[in-house]
């Protein structure tokens, strides 16, 4: 299937899960089939950037998941998924982040309390010392109202749309949308947990340091005025993975 563009269906299906892939041929088939054993999703669509291994295979042979195909970069892919869903809820999960079995029933009862999106508590099992501190930044942040990808972002789709989407930015997307989410309504840090994998350190005391070191670097650069435009130029280059 091809991306829809921005054209939006109507909304009223429940929740749909979107996941932006690129060569994620090694955790997508685990993840679509823990997704398909939860209850209360509606769909998951995955967003292919063009994947050059066995990502749009797996996603094709599962009964559960709807491909939709778009140019790569989070952005881009987060914005044609978002489009593409037909759900009146849209999570939106990293392919190596796996959700808690009540996901639904924890978004459900807080947009039932008012909120109009949020984010979940996050956890690195296995990820020694790096993964603990992560997971320690990411509730001091939270509290500043900053969250990022990782931790499974969702929105009712009133919000989404109010937010723009997705901006179509080569990097720090989720950043400039949580800026767009937090000024919508109020948000929610729910307990979760999503577990995510600390595989781009696992192992690498080298890796560790360098992946903190590139997410302090990022997130500084950002603040103090680069684009993400520059910000893609930098980080790429750093990265084998070419989001």
Known sequence: MDSRGDQSPPPGRGLSVVI????????????????????????????????????????????????????PGRGLQLRAG??????????FL?????????????????????????????RYPGGGTLG????????????????????????????YQRCGGFPAVPIMEDVIFVQRLERAGRTAHLPGPMTSSPRRWQGSPAG??????LWAFMQAAYALGATPWQLARFYRPQREDPR
């Open 20 to 71: 932006p892939a690129l060569n994620e041929e090694e955790v997508i088939g685990d993840l679509l089939r823990h997704l398909s054993g939860l209850p209360g999703i509606h769909e998951v669509v995955v967003v292919d950037g063009g994947s050059t291994d066995g990502t749009a295979e797996l996603v094709q042979r599962c009964p559960a998941a709807r491909l939709v195909r778009s140019e």
């Open 82 to 91: 978002g489009s593409a869903a037909e759900g009146e809820v849209l999570l």
């Open 94 to 122: 990293h392919a190596d982040v796996v959700p808690p079995r009540d996901v639904a029933e924890q978004i459900a009862g807080a947009l039932e309390q008012g909120f109009v999106g949020g984010n979940f508590r996050l």
């Open 132 to 159: 603990r501190w992560l997971e320690v930044l990411g509730l001091l942040y939270r509290r500043l109202g900053r969250y990022y990808g990782d931790s499974g972002i969702f929105a009712a789709r009133a919000a």
């Open 208 to 213: 560790a340091a360098k992946t903190l070191a």
